[in-house]
Structures are given as C-alpha cells and as structure tokens.
C-alpha cells in the first residue's frame, strides 16, 4: 500500500517556466488537498478537491491551477513561476471531509524557483 | 475556523513520558481534535484524534478536557525519534480544512 505519492521530490525552475506536480493516493480517498510550508512556518492551503470533478480554492490559491479527473490523482500546476512559489509542497488525501477522517501526507516536493 | 494555542517548544528526556498542551478554547461541539506531527524532511504523520472522549493508539494518548477547551497529546516514554514539531489541529463535521498553525518543536535529550 503506497499511500500517498508525490513526484518529483525536488524539482529547480526558472521564472515563468510551468510545472505541474504529481500527486496520487491508493487508498480510494475523496478528498485530496495540496498545501505549501514555508521555511520555519506551518502549512497553508492551496486547493483542495472533495471528489473527482470538484475543486475549490484554499488559502493561498493564487498562482496554481488544480483538477480533479480522477480519485487517485490530484496535480498541482504551476502556470509561471515565481521565485514566491519556493517552498515545499505537501499533498494530502483523506477518507472523507470530515471531522473523523485523519489527513494522510505525502512526503512532498521541494520547489526552488530562481 | 477554531484556532489552536501551542507552546512554541518543549524539550524531555529520553525514556520519560511527554505532555505536550493544545489550547482550543472556542472550539465548537462538532470539532474533532487531530494532532499530527513532523519529523525533519518529511511529510506531517497522523498520530490520533478524538472528539470527547480520550483516545489511546499504539503511538500516543489524547487527553481531552471535560470542558473541550483544551487537550494534550501524551507521549508515554519519549525516544529520540520523537523529536519533531508537533500540531495540534480542528476539524469540524461538516469539513472544514485543516488549519495548520506553527506547532511545538519536541527536542528529546539522550
């Protein structure tokens, strides 16, 4: 059981390239949710998913595009870079959106943007 | 949503137990409390949550206060691999997201 799955691990930009990280979950979770972690900070949320087909902004959703094909996978995109996006991104999954469903993490990717 | 107070940092020794605080003092009745924790370089982890009532999981123990307004996370016998930053978080029923505040950074001396 793989759990949650983030590629790449590490990944360099330069301004205004795009991107898009990976993120899958093997687990048949609905909601899926991907966050960033700045140095010495806690996490913030981008965007979040609560079934295929349905997305929704989080607290920092500027900057990213996010859809929802399928259950398993959620890809975080990143339409032009800026040296702001460096961070770690973490994707999460869980069972259902509430209150009694504990997140399941990734082990995220790190982003410099130069 | 709720917030949650943590202490910025707490430190124990190697093989004695841990108690680590959550302030949520405007919780409502249908928060659940989480707390996950982690290590360096790596995604957080899961380590329990309850609603009420007090939780007991092969990793930790939930204390939960009568009056919900606070809990604490009990680590029974702390080992260097305990060592990490510590979230104490709320989640409601109906589904709000998860509120990630700074944490408590655990140091466990050997």
């Known amino acids: 059981n793989a759990g949650v799955t983030q590629t790449p691990k590490f990944q360099v930009l330069k301004t205004g390239q795009s991107m898009t990280l990976q993120c899958a979950q093997d687990?048949?979770?609905?909601?899926m949710s991907w966050y960033r972690q700045d140095p010495g900070m806690g996490l913030r949320l981008i965007h979040y998913?609560?079934?295929?087909?349905?997305?929704d902004q989080g607290e920092v959703p500027n900057g990213y595009n996010v859809s929802r094909s399928t259950t398993e996978d959620f890809p975080l995109r990143l339409l032009s870079a800026a040296p702001s996006q460096t961070s770690v991104y973490f994707c999460?999954?869980?069972?259902?959106?509430?209150?009694?469903?504990?997140?399941?993490f990734g082990n995220g990717t790190r982003l410099t943007v130069t | 949503d709720a917030k949650t107070t943590q202490p910025n940092s707490m430190e124990s020794n190697e093989e004695e137990p841990v108690h680590l605080p959550c302030n949520h003092s405007?919780?409502?009745?249908?928060?659940?409390i989480h707390w996950y924790r982690q290590l360096p370089s790596q995604g957080p982890e899961y380590v329990i949550h309850?609603?009420?009532s007090n939780v007991n999981n092969r990793m930790a123990s939930l204390a939960i206060a009568e009056d919900r307004k606070s809990s604490t996370l009990i680590l029974h016998r702390a080992t260097l691999r305990d060592a990490a930053v510590y979230y104490c978080?709320?989640?409601?029923?109906?589904?709000?997201?998860?509120?990630f505040g700074p944490g408590t950074r655990l140091s466990v001396l050997p």
């Open positions: 999460a999954s869980s069972y259902g959106q509430g209150g009694n469903s504990p997140l399941h």
């Open positions: 687990m048949n979770h609905e909601y």
């Open positions: 998913s609560v079934g295929a087909g349905i997305t």
């Open positions: 405007t919780i409502s009745g249908t928060d659940y």
């Open positions: 309850g609603l009420t």
């Open positions: 978080i709320l989640r409601d029923v109906v589904g709000q997201n998860f509120v």
